[in-house]
C-alpha cells in the first residue's frame, strides 16, 4: 500500500475542531484555541460533540465517529484537529470507515489518547498523521518558538523539512548508533493498548517513539517489557523517548525504581540507537512529529532529520 500524505495547510483554509476522546471542562479553552488559529488567518468549524459530556467521553461512541466522518468529508475542511485527548479513541476503531478517510486525506494533528487513532489509520490507510499540539491544550496559551516553528512549517511546507533543530539540554544519548524508518508510536498505553488487535501497525524497521503520562515506573515497566517481548523494541530502526510526565511512584515509602532507570534499562536490553528525554508529549515544548513518513536518527550526534515531506 502507498503512502497517503495529506495536502498542505495553506492561509485562509478550514480548520475543523473535533474531540475524539474526552470532553473539555473549561470551554474557554476553546475559545482561546479557535481565536488562536483565527488569528492565523485560518478559519474555524466546530464538530457537533465537542462541548457533550457522556461520562468521561465527548459524546457517544457514534457521535464521535461521526463528527470524524463527516470533517473528513467535509469539502472545505483541509485539516481536522483535535481539541484534547484524554480517553476514548480505542472505541472507536472499528466503527472508524478507513475507506472514507483514504479518499478523503487530511491533516489530523493530536496526542495523547488521538494515538491509537493514529496508529489504526497509517495500518489501514498509510495516510501520514501529526502527533502534535491540541487546541483546547496548546494553543489556547502561548506556544514557545520551537514548538510553534515546528508545527506549521511541517503542516505548510511540501518540502523536506531536514534536521530538527532540538532545544539546549534535550536528547539524552542512551545507546548510539544511526538508524532510518518511518516515524511510528506515540502514547506508549495507548500503543501497548493496540497490540494484537486488528488495528497494530508493523513496527519492524520503524523509528519508535513512545511518551506517557501519570503512569507509576512499574506501569511504565510492564509496558515497556510487552513490547520488548512482543520483539517490537529489537525490531524497531531506533528509539525516542520523549517526556514522561508525573511518572513517578505513589507511594515514598517503598522501593521503586523511577522512570529514568526503568527507561534506560529497556535502551540498553532493545539494544537499538535510543536516543532519551526529547521534546514531546505531555509539556509545553513538544515537537510535531509526522507518524508515517520517513526519518534519520543519529543518536551520536543528536541528530534526528525529517528525511521527506509529510504534506504535499
Request: charge should be positive; aromatic fraction near 6%.
Amino acid at each position: 500500500m502507498d503512502i497517503i500524505r495529506p495536502p498542505r495547510l495553506r492561509p485562509g483554509e478550514l480548520i475543523a475542531l473535533v474531540s475524539p476522546a474526552s470532553p473539555i471542562a473549561d470551554t474557554s479553552r476553546i475559545e482561546r484555541g479557535v481565536r488562536y488559529l483565527e488569528g492565523l488567518g485560518y478559519r474555524t468549524i466546530l464538530g457537533a460533540s465537542i462541548t457533550r459530556n457522556h461520562g468521561y467521553l465527548a459524546g457517544t461512541d457514534e457521535e464521535r465517529v461521526a463528527d470524524l466522518h463527516a470533517m473528513f468529508t467535509h469539502p472545505e475542511v483541509r485539516a481536522v484537529m483535535c481539541i484534547r485527548g484524554g480517553y476514548g479513541t480505542p472505541r472507536l476503531l472499528s466503527l472508524v470507515n478507513y475507506r472514507l478517510i483514504a479518499r478523503n486525506p487530511k491533516i489530523l494533528l493530536g496526542y495523547s489518547d488521538i494515538t491509537a487513532l493514529q496508529l489504526a489509520i497509517w495500518r489501514k490507510t498509510r495516510l501520514v498523521t501529526f502527533h502534535g499540539p491540541m487546541v483546547g491544550v496548546d494553543m489556547a496559551d502561548p506556544m514557545d518558538h520551537f514548538t510553534e516553528e515546528l508545527l506549521w512549517s511541517v503542516l505548510t511546507s511540501a518540502k523536506r523539512r531536514g534536521p530538527i533543530a532540538l532545544p539546549e539540554g534535550s536528547g539524552q544519548v542512551v545507546v548510539p548508533g544511526k538508524g532510518r524508518g518511518r516515524l511510528l508510536g506515540g502514547n506508549l498505553a495507548l500503543l501497548v493498548s493496540l497490540l494484537g488487535t486488528p488495528h497494530q501497525p508493523d513496527f519492524t524497521g520503524s523509528i519508535l517513539f513512545l511518551e506517557d503520562i501519570g503512569e507509576e515506573p512499574y506501569r511504565v515497566d510492564r509496558m515497556l517489557a510487552q513490547l520488548r517481548n512482543a520483539s517490537i523494541l529489537s525490531r524497531a530502526s531506533a528509539i525516542l523517548s520523549g517526556q514522561f510526565t508525573d511518572c513517578v511512584p505513589q507511594d515514598k515509602t517503598k522501593p521503586s525504581f523511577n522512570v529514568e532507570e526503568v527507561i534506560q534499562e529497556s535502551a540498553h536490553l532493545a539494544g537499538r540507537p535510543f536516543l532519551f528525554r526529547l521534546p514531546f508529549g505531555h509539556e509545553s515544548i513538544k515537537m510535531t512529529i509526522p507518524v508515517g513518513a520517513q526519518a534519520r536518527v543519529d543518536a551520536d550526534r543528536r541528530l534526528i532529520d525529517y528525511a521527506e515531506a509529510a504534506v504535499r
